[in-house]
């Protein structure tokens, strides 16, 4: 498996460009309809993310010092990042497209002589629902009951939310202190594609947890979850923080798991709730904050879960009795 590599081993001088990294970004974002303009900067933001560094232009920066070889190697090393998440394949090579175009650019102004040659992942023929599943989840809170320490909590708070709530990973690492009222058991997070936050209720284990975190963190501004590192000590995490948390503890209990699979059981485990308690998949939609014309990507995890396909192939094949097939010598 493909590490995500460490800035430190990153070459630190600077490509003697005449224009400037901050130029090229300019150019490459100028003339962007307000939508690919956000989707670019998501893009670009996630790929500074993975090379842990402080901005976009310094990704932009490390990227273009590499040479041709170095820099293939990277964004082949993204591209597993990504698909280890767990993200969808359009995501994943709109990603990747868009580090492409950005290199592009560059080489037309000059910048570099070469291009980025690392292709697309190939289109998945159905989504994947898999999850730790409710006992795998609940020994991954285990773990972190055992630690009792100041992380500890934090990351407890954290996996409720993946997983009550079932947020994805941009919207945990975009709440601010702010977005929590916890005296009227509501957070308000800014959902996947909206412009305006959303006002979600919270159920009593969440609220004790973020009881606890908010008596570690404190009541000054700014974000919710902030890292412990000593590189990046009081700085918001960022999403690979938190894919590293759910997966350390996955590996801890035996499972291959990643923060979109928290959430993924949790929309399961709505699915289950709901068929039990006469509620419609509607309200599901609701809960998982898919949009309503999303119906069938619901249907998906009811029938994965359901597994009506090998019921009925074992219903079928149970109709005809045959006598084995002797092995011939």
Same mark, same amino acid.
């Given at each position: ?21 901050? &130029? ?5 974002l ?40 170095? $820099?293939?190697?990277?964004? #082949? ?9 767990? #993200?969808?394949? $359009? ?5 990747? $497209?868009?580090?492409?175009? #950005? ?69 945990v690492?975009?709440?601010?202190f702010?977005?929590? &009222? ?29 009881q606890?975190?908010?008596q +570690? ?24 923080? +938190? ?10 209990n ?46 998906v ?12 192939a ?16």
């Amino acid at each position: 498996m493909l590490s995500v590599p460490n800035h430190t081993s990153f070459p630190t001088h600077q490509t003697n460009d005449p224009i400037g990294i901050d &130029e090229l970004l300019k150019a490459f974002l100028s003339g962007r309809s307000p939508q690919t303009l956000k989707a670019y900067r998501q893009d670009l933001t996630d790929f500074q993310l993975f090379t842990r560094t402080k901005a976009v232009e310094a990704a932009a920066r490390v990227l273009l010092s590499q040479g041709h070889g170095q $820099a293939n190697l990277l964004l #082949l090393k993204y591209r597993a990042h990504l698909v280890e998440r767990g #993200l969808q394949s $359009a995501t994943v090579n709109r990603r990747l $497209a868009a580090v492409r175009s #950005l290199v592009k650019l560059a080489k037309t102004l000059g910048l570099v002589d070469w291009s980025l040659d690392i292709q697309n992942v190939k289109g998945e023929a159905y989504r994947d629902t898999k999850g730790p599943g409710k006992k795998g989840f609940s020994a991954m809170l285990q773990t972190l009951a055992e630690k009792q320490t100041k992380k500890s909590i934090r990351d407890t708070a954290i996996l409720r939310l993946l997983y009550d709530l079932a947020l994805r990973t941009g919207e945990v690492v975009s709440l601010n202190f702010a977005d929590v &009222e916890l005296s009227r058991k509501l957070i308000h997070v800014m959902g996947k594609g909206k412009t305006a936050k959303q006002q979600l209720s919270l159920p009593e284990p969440t609220i004790s947890v973020l009881q606890a975190w908010l008596q +570690i963190r404190g009541t000054d501004a700014g974000p919710l979850f902030h890292n412990f590192d000593r590189a990046g000590k009081g700085e918001r995490l960022t999403g690979v923080s +938190i894919y590293r948390i759910v997966r350390g503890l996955g590996e801890q209990n035996g499972l291959k798991t990643r923060p979109h699979g928290v959430r993924h059981t949790a929309i399961t485990e709505a699915c289950k709730v709901a068929a039990e308690n006469g509620i419609g998949l509607e309200e599901v939609l609701d809960f998982s904050r898919h949009s309503r014309k999303s119906i069938a990507v619901l249907l998906v995890y009811r029938d994965r879960e359901r597994n009506l396909q090998g019921q009925l192939a074992s219903m079928i094949a149970a109709q005809v009795v045959s006598e084995p097939v002797p092995v011939q010598n």
